[in-house]
């Protein structure tokens, strides 16, 4: 616990992790009332469902690194003001779009998303110091997990309580006010030394995003990829095997498990590559099919690879904050979201893709497979470094840590 109570102890970590979870509940329920709306009222099927879904997501994806960009040139503020007003008249306006409207729409409105996933990662590095990042990472991760768990089940609830119409107004509303109580609160981007050394050149992009980093946004896509992969399996295994009616309880161990992961990989002082971790996470998910013949099987099985997901996503946070220079992290950052939800948006159909050829287990089998092969595929560029890591370490006449697996910032 110790690790915990002093990155807690920093000044403005609490209040920032706590406006995290709260910001983070609306954006997680978009997708289920999205879904809901088109099926419902626009009376669409799920695949054009899934379109606007996949229209959100490509849009988020090129927009993170341009916002995290002018986030780095003009300051948080200026872009929460433009993202906010953008969320304002997407979701005041989507309730009444015809389905080819809602299309572009929904690009529009995921290029300009409210950034809140990578400002508080951003956040985290300007208030927190790299010796204790781990732990402040690891909260992160744990505050995202308790975000997903609230935000669709709240969507449902809405849906079915009231209309999907209106529960679009009520999701918008939600996520206009994180802005705001994100503007209000205005976390820096920036540590306080980082700001005192005044303007620095601007760093080119060929210098900092280098192939090490690279292989970190790599392995984060490929990380969610495995998590939207087993999503998707789950539901379908625990339908094949008559048990649809466990797929709440099946997915809230799952859950629990990731928290307690990432409660466990805050607390303990060794580092561990992201490498491994998403290595681990990819092999742990292989056989979690064999225990589809009944529900509390498959919870047991999920149990591994749940307590893997935070702290892989804690993991990459905390390399690429180490790994990217302080003037570019907003864009870095950016970069970090967009591979998340690349991963996340590849992995949901491919093994859905998988499933509609053979059978429900080789969702976790094939998703789980591409995990591990990303992860053999980055593994000599992160012996590479960590190689070079120690040879100066060496030439300074430090000691090494054998036990630290976490690559130093460049």
Not at 214 to 226: E, K, P
Not at 232 to 256: H, K, P, Q
Request: aromatic share 6%.
């Amino acid at each position: 616990m110790k690790p915990y109570r002093e990155a807690l102890a920093l000044p403005g970590l609490r209040s920032l992790l706590l406006v995290a979870v709260l910001a983070r509940v609306p954006l997680t329920a978009t997708g289920v009332t999205l879904t809901f709306y088109v099926v419902q009222d626009l009376g669409r099927g799920y695949g054009a469902a899934g379109l606007v879904g996949a229209a959100i997501t490509v849009g988020a994806a090129v927009g993170g690194p341009l916002l995290g960009r002018l986030v780095d040139r003009r300051g948080l503020r200026p872009v929460l003001v433009l993202t906010t007003v953008a969320e304002a008249a997407f979701w005041s306006t989507a309730p009444v779009l015809s389905y080819y409207l809602l299309l572009p729409a929904a690009f529009l409105a995921g290029l300009l998303a409210l950034p809140i996933f990578s400002v508080i990662r951003q956040s985290v590095a300007a208030l927190v110091p790299p010796e204790q990042r781990r732990p402040a990472y690891a909260l992160d991760s744990m505050s995202v997990e308790l975000s997903f768990m609230i935000g669709p089940a709240l969507a449902t609830v809405g849906v079915t309580t009231i209309s999907a119409r209106l529960t679009l107004y009520l999701v918008g509303a939600g996520i206009v006010a994180a802005g705001l109580v994100l503007w209000l609160l205005n976390p820096p981007v920036r540590s306080a030394a980082e700001v005192s050394t005044g303007p620095q050149p601007r760093v080119a992009r060929r210098q900092w995003l280098t192939s090490r980093l690279v292989a970190v946004f790599a392995v984060s896509a490929a990380a969610t990829l495995v998590l939207g992969g087993t999503d998707v399996a789950v539901i379908a295994v625990l339908r094949e095997s008559g048990d649809a009616g466990f797929t709440g309880a099946v997915l809230s161990v799952w859950a629990v498990a990731s928290l307690l992961g990432g409660f466990a990989y805050g607390a303990v002082r060794r580092s561990f590559s992201p490498v491994a971790l998403m290595g681990l996470l990819s092999l742990c998910t292989i056989p979690v099919g064999l225990g589809g013949a009944h529900w509390w099987l498959l919870c047991l099985a999920l149990i591994p690879a749940g307590a893997l997901c935070a702290p892989t996503i804690a993991a990459t946070s905390d390399t690429v904050s180490r790994l990217a220079p302080a003037d570019v992290r907003g864009e870095a950052m950016g970069l970090h979201g967009s591979a998340v939800t690349v991963g996340i948006a590849v992995g949901a159909p491919l093994a859905g893709a998988v499933i509609d050829m053979s059978a429900p287990l080789w969702g976790f089998v094939v998703t789980g497979a591409v995990g591990a092969l990303v992860a053999l595929a980055v593994l000599p560029i992160e012996l590479r470094h960590r190689r070079a890591d120690v040879t100066v370490a060496t030439r300074a006449g430090d000691e090494p840590s054998a036990t630290t697996l976490t690559p130093t910032a460049p």
